[in-house]
C-alpha cells in the first residue's frame, strides 16, 4: 500500500506544482468557458456493482454538464490502454478509469501527462512509483474491505475452521487488498485456515464455476469468502446443486452490497456483506471539475462504507439504490 499511495500532504503538493506549471488546464476542449469532455475507460459489465456504478457516472455527467465518452474494456487491459489513447488523440479535457489490473499504465499515462490532460483513477488503484501520472484516486479502501470481513469471521468462527476465497480479477486491486486485509485479521485465529483460493474474476459464473470444483475437491468447507456479490450468488447455486444450504451448511462472507446480494443476505443465504459503494459518479464529477481547473485536489479520496448483517439489509432494503 505505502507503493500505491504516498503520503497525502506529499502528493497534493506534487498535483499542485504539476497545475501550477501545466497552465491549469485539460487538451484543449477543457479551457475556461468550454464544455469539460471527459472520456471514460470502465473495466467493463462483469457484475451488478459495475453496472450500477456505470450508470452513476452517466447519470452524474449529463447532471453536471460534462460530455461524457465512454468505453467499456470488456476486462481487458488493452482495451483501456486502446480507449485512453484515443482519447489523447481527441484532446479530451480529462481522462478517467478503474483500472483492470494495477501494473502496466505507466507508459499510456505518462503518454497523457505529456498531452497536458489530467487522470483520475476511479475505484481501483494502479502500483506505479510515478504518482504525477495521476492527479488523484477516488475509490473505497479495498484492504480496510478485507479487515472488515476478516473481523466478522474472527468473531464468529468457533473451533476449526476451514475457507474457501472466491478471489477477483488476477492482479486487480481489489483482488490483491481484500485477500491482504482478511488474511491480516484471520491471522489472529490459527483455527481459521484458508484451504482453497481461486478467481472467479468477480462474475456470477466463475463464483458457481470455481465453487463447483471447491465442492469437489475440498472435503471439508465451513465458510466462503468471496471478494464480491456476484461470486457469492454463483457460489449460492453451486452449493445448492450439491445438497447443502448456504447460509447454514455453509457460511458466506461476500463484499460489495449490491440489491441481489442484499436480498440474499435477507433471506440468509449470505450471512455477512461488506459494502463497497459503486456511486461514484458525483464525486467524480466535482473532481474533474476542479483538475480541469488546475485546483488542488486531494490525493486520496476515500468513499464512506459500511457492513450488513442479515436484519440491517432486511431495514435497508427498501431504499436501496443499487
Known sequence: MLKKITTLASVVLLSAVTACGSGGGGGGTGSSGDTITMGFAQVGAESGWRTANTKSIQ?????????????????????????????????????????????????????????????????????????SLYKTFLGSDFVEEGRRAGDWLVSNASGPTSVVELQGTTG???????????????????????????????????????????????????????????????????IKAAGKVPGKDIKIITVDAVKDGMQALANGEINFIVECNPLLGKQLMDLAKKVVKGEEVPARVVTEEGTFTQEQAKAALPQRQY
Open 172 to 238: 486487480a486491486a481489489p483482488a490483491i487488498d481484500r485477500k491482504k486485509g482478511f488474511e491480516e485479521k484471520i491471522a489472529a485465529k490459527p483455527d481459521i485456515k484458508v484451504v482453497a483460493s481461486q478467481t472467479g474474476d468477480f462474475t456470477r459464473s466463475g463464483g458457481k464455476q470455481v465453487m463447483e470444483a471447491m465442492l469437489k475437491s475440498q472435503p471439508k468447507i465451513d465458510v466462503v469468502y468471496a471478494h464480491n456479490d456476484d461470486m457469492g450468488l454463483g457460489a449460492i447455486e453451486a
Open 59 to 131: 447519470d452524474e455527467a449529463k447532471a453536471a454538464g460534462i460530455d461524457l465518452k465512454f468505453s467499456d474494456a470488456q476486462q481487458k487491459q488493452e482495451n483501456q490502454i486502446k480507449a485512453i489513447r484515443s482519447y489523447i488523440q481527441q484532446k479530451v479535457s480529462v481522462i478517467a478509469f478503474s483500472p483492470v489490473v494495477e501494473t502496466g499504465w505507466d507508459t499510456v499515462l505518462l503518454e497523457a501527462k505529456r498531452a497536458n490532460i489530467p487522470v483520475i483513477l476511479t475505484d481501483r488503484s494502479i502500483d506505479s512509483d510515478d504518482t
